[in-house]
């Protein structure tokens, strides 16, 4: 069974860094790419960052470029998520998911191993 740990969250003020770490355990499961996520209170879970290992291909949320930063590890299973200048509206639990499919979108539906969770309060 794969498990998906993230590390990191905490309370930072606005305009200030985060860096959250997540890494899944089993390493022989096959791992096309790695995302994170967030849920803010009240609403629904949204796409924030990912990599996919092939090709090194990157996406971010148009909410979070420029001031968000992903990378990783492919051998080790591992994903960061580097979070600069943030805001008050970034307050959210981050999740940290894993896919075994290659290509496509990262939508939610498509991502086979989950995190718990960590939580990034900012205050203003």
């Known amino acids: 069974q794969v498990q998906v740990v993230e590390s990191g969250g905490g309370l930072v003020q606005a305009g200030g860094s985060l860096r959250l770490s997540c890494a899944a355990s089993?390493?022989?499961?096959?791992?096309?790419?790695m995302g994170w996520f967030r849920q803010a209170p009240g609403k629904e879970r949204e796409f924030v960052a990912g990599i996919r290992w092939s090709g090194g291909i990157i996406n971010y949320a148009n909410s979070v470029k420029g001031r968000f930063t992903i990378s990783g590890d492919s051998a080790k299973n591992t994903v960061y998520l580097q979070m600069n200048s943030v805001k008050p509206e970034d307050t959210a639990v981050y999740h940290c998911a894993a896919t075994t499919r290659y290509g496509g979108s990262w939508d939610i539906d498509r991502m086979d191993y989950w995190g718990k969770g960590t939580l990034v309060t900012v205050s203003s």
């Open positions: 089993e390493r022989t499961f096959s791992n096309y790419g």
